[in-house]
């Protein structure tokens, strides 16, 4: 049986390879790669990458509320993670246009994937 870990990074992986094809806008990619990290939440309800992708995940295909509960959670598992406090704030920037807060954070986020990605 897979463990958390091992189910997050085929899930990455996949997530990865949507990001460099573009393909991260399409709901039928981001429905596919969900039920993973899903499974892995399931044996693991705390494994922090999980709850990172997923909350993205969510956040591309307009799931704010839900979204906004992992990254709750995330803030209490790792209250040091500079990068969750980012996501929530994001998230919870109802004053502005919460849209283009998501917009931008996951723009960043992709940003930073493909860079890591060509750096390999």
Wanted: net charge negative.
């Amino acid at each position: 049986m897979a463990t958390a870990a091992e189910i997050y990074q085929e899930a990455s992986q996949q997530w990865e390879e949507a990001v460099e094809l573009d393909l991260y806008r399409s709901e039928d990619i981001v429905y596919g790669i969900m039920p993973l990290l899903v499974r892995g939440l399931d044996l693991d309800p705390d494994h922090v990458p999980s709850l990172d992708l997923l909350s993205d995940m969510l956040m591309e295909i307009g799931g704010y509320d839900e979204a906004i509960e992992y990254a709750e959670k995330l803030r209490a598992l790792a209250p040091d993670e500079a990068g969750y406090q980012e996501k929530l704030s994001a998230l919870t920037d109802f004053e502005n246009d919460q849209r283009r807060a998501v917009r931008v954070y996951l723009h960043q986020k992709r940003q930073r994937l493909l860079k890591n990605h060509a750096c390999r």
